[in-house]
């Protein structure tokens, strides 16, 4: 898939596209698991951004069904950073994207799921001063923005960077725009450079979005690449692929059920594995405990060591594990979500 | 150009698609000087529009600078139909096209111009209770319906309908998304069908809206085919060649000077003028006189007349007399234009 084949790719990123080892800087970061447990690889100017006084966060979501615990990690390390550093974060829930694309029915719908995702979202610890949660269609401003961006973006340069021919509609090359202008706006409307948590395979996004903030001369985002949570089926997480994914909405059987179908680094029976141990390196369960487990590298590793040596035994040890953690965690983000004013977090036109 | 070549296939274009000959539905429209002066040329489904009870009419213009005596008469049309069928007028003033097509440098310029123009076209006579002007990047619901309209439009289509390329910013095909729902607004929000003046080789937007209404569900269109008042050069009024049109802005000065250049069907000289007689059919002045003089056919055609035989000369009859005819319809207009209560037309955000 093309988060690993880009993944494999990153030495050439590092020299093509002035995209840097997250390790360069790290120490400009307080400690955290994130950078602890490898979940942010790399960076683009996040030195510069955070040499600023003021700047601000970004990072959106395409409300077309619920959140599974991917999204939920990369809004954890959003609000991670507004806490850390104490800026405004902005999240744009792109509902233009979702229908152009045809992953939605409606605006309606997307808005409806927009709102339910954002309960979650604001849940996470954010700060209702300094975050400003939107559904991008509401706002007039979106589309006048975008019609500024869209004067410096050439129909080739679009279809080139998201892959599409002309046999698609006319709202997926302008949606490009729109997603500019949801990374750009804190810059046009306050003058903040914007730091953007993204995948390396979407970087992309960030080389178009900077060539328009030259041209406007403004100050160019920042990027952090973020790891993905691997799927459970040991393919990216997809909503088309339901089982890939734990979902907010999923009930406790059915996440008992995807986690102990889950693929793990085990051996072929428990009996084998008590023997020859397993390989948590090529293991999805084991990425997980990384993102929602493990507090430091010593930690990660002491459990990789049992599990190399078969002390202890996926369905016995790591997927009872890793589903009390994610029922737990799930269960306190719900009662958080359930309280939440939202109100506080919605950023109404 | 494009109006003359189109006009030269108004045959096919009867055959292919769907456009009739106004002749066959004269009888359903009151006496009126467009119709007998021959401004009105052709329709699609104004039969059918005019056996309905309520419908709209719809007449944009792209605000980048003064309005020429040629948009003065397409409103004139506009507010016509209005006052004769009781009607609602929607009057989109579109600085997102201006602005995609790079015809303004930013969208407050082009909003300035709107209003300067909104002026204008409300003293031609417009009903401020039934009048909606808008200025259309203004509206979130212009991007959401655009969003609604651009999923059945690929950008195959719309490259070939507006002969646009690659090389094109993004802005413009969508824009074309835009201009639909500029026409179908009034149906998507009263279930009002719209009937939209336009020229013959315009019509292509015609039918990519009609394409959309069928794929939507919703009433298609009608359209009117206004023959364009022809620039004083024989060429078509263009913002970009100030001498062929005259502009509300123009001072009386500038009108005696452009109307005394101004291509005509007369003789090489006074003398063999008067001699030999002018050429009317293929006289400028004439056309313009038929915009803004003759009341009925027999009234141009003893005025045709006397030019075929000499009677008249143009630099001494026609020239002046148009000249007269347009410092007074401008002098008046201003005067309706300076006291009108802008805010009772504009459909505000």
Known sequence: MALEKVT??????????????????????????????????????????????????????????????????????????????????????????????GKIGSLNDAANWALENARWIAALGFDPKRTHI???????????????????????????????????????????????????????????????????????????????????????PASVYVKFLPGLQNVPMSSSVPETAIYVTDNEKVIYSKIMRAHSGGGISTADHRKS??????????????????????HAERYAEACRTGQIVCGYDCKPLVYDLIVDFLHKLKNKADKIDLDSFLWNP
């Not at 991008?136 to 960077?161: D, N």
């Not at 141990?277 to 010593?298: H, Q």
């Open 8 to 101: 494999g790719d990153i030495k050439r990123m590092y020299e093509q596209i002035k995209i840097r080892p997250i390790s360069n800087v790290e120490n400009l970061l307080p400690w955290n698991t994130f950078l602890e447990m490898g979940l942010i690889v790399a960076h683009r100017d996040l030195d510069k951004i955070l040499s600023e006084k003021k700047w601000a966060i970004v990072s959106g979501r395409g409300p077309s069904g619920p959140l599974h615990l991917g999204h939920l990690l990369v809004f954890k390390l959003v609000a991670w950073f507004q806490r850390v550093f104490n800026v405004h974060a902005f999240i744009p829930l792109s509902d233009d994207e979702k229908f152009v694309f």
């Open 134 to 220: 939107y559904v991008s269609s509401k706002h007039s401003w979106v589309y006048r923005y975008a019609l500024t961006v869209s004067r410096h973006l050439t129909l080739s340069s679009v279809k080139g960077a998201l892959g599409v021919d002309d046999s698609k509609n006319i709202g997926i090359p302008f949606y490009a725009a729109v997603q500019i202008v949801h990374i750009l706006q804190p810059t046009f409307d306050f003058g903040l450079r914007t730091l953007v948590p993204i995948a390396l395979d979407q970087d992309v996004f960030m080389r178009l979005t900077r060539d328009v903030a030259e041209k406007l001369k403004i100050p160019k």
């Open 277 to 298: 141990g397993g390989n948590p390196d090529r293991c999805v369960i084991y990425e997980w405990l990384k993102a929602f487990y493990f507090r430091s590298k010593e």
